[in-house]
Structure formats: C-alpha cells, structure tokens
C-alpha cells in the first residue's frame, strides 16, 4: 500500500529564515503529487502539483517553491520565510489518470 | 471566488442519530466530488466520493448524494459514532490528476 512520509512534523522558523519541507512517497510509481497548505482557519490550498520528475506547475504566486529531483520525492522551499508563510503543509498524492488524492501527516510550520 | 462552500461551520449531534453535512459548489466544471475527514495536526483521510454522473453512493454508514441541478451535495453518516468527531471537508475537481477545491470545513461533534 502507499505511503506518503512529511518531516519535520512542526517547525518553528524566524522570518527571514530558509525552509525546506520533504515529502516521500512509497508502494507507488510515477504518482502526481501535491503541496498544499491549510492556514488558520481556512480551507486547503494548491501550492503546487507535480505530474513527474521535474515538472512543477505553481498555482498561485508566493514566496515558496517546489522540485521534484526524484520521482517519489517532492520539496517545498523558500529562501526567505514571511510571517504569512505559517500554517499546515500537507503533501498529497494520486495515481495516474485517479480523482482521488491521499494525504501525508502534513508538518505544521510556525513562523516568528 | 469560493467555489465550494462548506456555510456551516459546525454541527452538533448525539450518538446514534443521522449527521448530514452540506456543500454547495459553483464550479460545473467540477465532474467528480469527494469528502475528507480530519484530526487535529493530521492529514485529511479520504472517507468516500462521487461522480457528477450519479446521484447517490454508499460506503458502510456514509452515504453522499450529488443534487447536479442544485449544486449541492451532502454527506451523511448513520448511525453517527463519536469517533466520527473531526472535521469534514468537501471537496470537487474537474479531471482526473487535477487540483482538489476544497471548502472550509464543517467541525462534526458527536454527543455521547
């Protein structure tokens, strides 16, 4: 069965500071996966998604990024953390051609 | 522009009896329908989805019925447990390997 591993599971980071989140998947081969975030008290939102090794389509713009150097590994970066950069990063995928999406545990990330 | 809406925010039931959880949509794109289930500080768990050709689909105590001509689909659970305590979120996608639009959430407490 699939598994979808996110460390560091909180972090709390100044601002200004680097980030570098890290999802890998496992019982599963060339999945799209998924980055969104959950702020306080709002629903979840599309970061970015990814189709394969290397391709990243961004959904809406900010101050992060994300690569896919593997195809079960997805990273979430930024080089300057915001104070709105703080909430629930959750890490999803989905198999080819499937509506449905699984989620990781997600990392809940404090920024101050 | 929401384009799905989760309008109440909470739902309070006893133990045994029927919980339904609304959602209205805007987008007609949207061809497939799901509903997640979370825990504080954990991933949403897929509970069950629908597609935009059926109105009505069963899994054990959760069943989702898709009015197309209203917008509006509806969770229920019966006979509601309080391990069903979390928050529920509805969510729609148009095509597969696609971007998930969630609402906000609806918080279901279960009474003893």
């Known amino acids: 069965s699939q598994t979808i591993h996110q460390w560091p599971a909180t972090l709390v980071q100044p601002v200004g500071s680097p980030l570098s989140l890290e999802c890998t998947v496992e019982g599963t081969s060339n999945p799209n996966l998924y980055w969104y975030r959950q702020a306080a008290g709002r629903g979840l939102q599309l970061l970015f998604y990814s189709v394969g090794i290397g391709q990243i389509s961004s959904e809406v713009p900010q101050n992060l990024s994300a690569s896919r150097p593997q195809d079960r590994q997805f990273i979430l970066s930024s080089k300057k953390l915001l104070l709105s950069d703080s909430g629930f990063y959750l890490c999803?995928?989905?198999?080819?051609?499937?509506?449905?999406?699984?989620f990781g545990p997600g990392t809940r990330l404090t920024v101050t | 522009d929401q384009q799905v809406k989760q309008n109440s925010p909470s739902l309070s039931v006893q133990e045994g009896r029927i919980s339904i959880l609304n959602c209205d949509y805007t987008n007609s794109m949207f061809d497939y329908f799901l509903w997640y289930k979370k825990y504080p500080a954990e991933g949403p768990t897929f509970l069950i989805s629908?597609?935009?050709?059926?109105d009505k689909n069963e899994d054990g105590r959760f069943t989702v019925f898709l009015n197309k001509s209203a917008k509006h689909l509806s969770l229920h659970i019966v006979p509601s447990q309080p391990g069903d305590s979390a928050v529920y979120f509805c969510?729609?996608?148009?095509?597969?390997?696609?971007?998930?639009?969630f609402g906000k959430g609806i918080t279901l407490s279960v009474r003893p």
């Open positions: 629908i597609s935009s050709i059926k």
């Open positions: 969510a729609g996608i148009s095509g597969a390997n696609s971007k998930l639009t």
């Open positions: 999803a995928l989905s198999g080819a051609s499937s509506y449905e999406q699984y």
